[in-house]
């Protein structure tokens, strides 16, 4: 194959890669940011969503938007069905059951991995995003909280150095982040979940595997267990889960 003269490349073709390049990412930053609504409760499960609406709110055409919906649908997000529209897809017990189920094995799994080969480097990071988190809830700041949560919980799968086990978590967890978010709704719980994280972080500090895996495990345990109490909704007339209803 000849190689490429760069000088022989056309500036117009340059600015239609650039555009080409532009298009591919903006429905990706759309997704990113519906993804966000619709683990945030913005986007509750069962609603339907307005294309029209949300071209609006976000300043795009209906392809990006249309491409991003089929990213969040790849992902089990939302439903899309020819002539009936697009909905958040509903969460039931069931499946927030197998969810917690497989995340606390695996990710107990990683937490022993990760203790194994932990560094001092490694701690003082885990220490670092720790304290943030601390100041977060400190402060009533759930979404940074939930970010930093999020990405402990992901920096201790990455330190466990088994690629497989990245793998599966990172496919699942698209699905538990809107799970989980709904678990931090609650002050007491989100009180018990900062605790629990200094107790996993003091356990991997000491490099006691079994108390980590244990520590982690009932911790995911426990989140699953609040989530799951979120969506009963006999007392709310709303019909969806009482920490999505209105007014709450």
Same mark, same amino acid.
């Given at each position: ?50 294309? %029209? ?11 990006? /938007? ?8 790849? #992902? ?9 529209? &697009? ?10 059951? #197998? =969810? ?23 701690? #003082? ?26 990405? &402990? ?5 990455? =330190?466990? %150095? ?36 200094? %107790?996993?972080?003091?356990? /991997? ?5 079994? =108390? ?20 009963? &909704?006999?007392?709310?007339?709303? %019909? ?9």
């Amino acid at each position: 194959m000849p190689d490429i003269d760069a000088n022989n490349i056309s500036s117009s073709s340059v600015t239609s890669v650039k555009k080409r390049i532009q298009r591919q990412s903006l429905h990706l930053e759309v997704a990113d940011n519906l993804r966000d609504m619709i683990v945030e409760g913005v986007l509750p499960p069962g609603q339907r969503i307005s294309e %029209g609406d949300l071209c609006d709110q976000f300043g795009i055409s209906r392809t990006p /938007m249309r491409e991003a919906l089929k990213v969040l649908a790849s #992902e089990g997000l939302v439903e899309i069905k020819p002539n009936r529209g &697009t909905r958040v897809s509903e969460i039931t017990l069931e499946d927030i059951d #197998e =969810l917690f189920e497989a995340v606390s094995g695996i990710e107990r799994l990683c937490g022993e991995l990760a203790t194994l080969k932990l560094t001092e480097s490694n701690l #003082e990071h885990l220490k670092n995003l720790h304290e943030r988190m601390t100041n977060h809830f400190k402060n009533g700041q759930r979404h940074d909280y939930f970010r930093l949560n999020q990405e &402990t919980h992901n920096l201790i799968v990455q =330190l466990s %150095g088994n690629s497989v086990l990245r793998e599966i978590h990172a496919n699942i967890m698209i699905k538990v982040r809107r799970a989980r978010y709904l678990a931090i709704l609650s002050v007491e719980r989100w009180e018990e979940s900062v605790n629990e994280h200094a %107790g996993i972080l003091e356990a /991997m500090e000491v490099r006691d595997v079994d =108390l980590v895996g244990k520590r982690i495990r009932d911790h995911v345990f426990k989140t699953g267990e609040i989530v799951k109490q979120t969506f009963n &909704t006999e007392n709310s007339g709303s %019909g969806k889960p009482t920490l999505y209803a209105k007014g709450s």
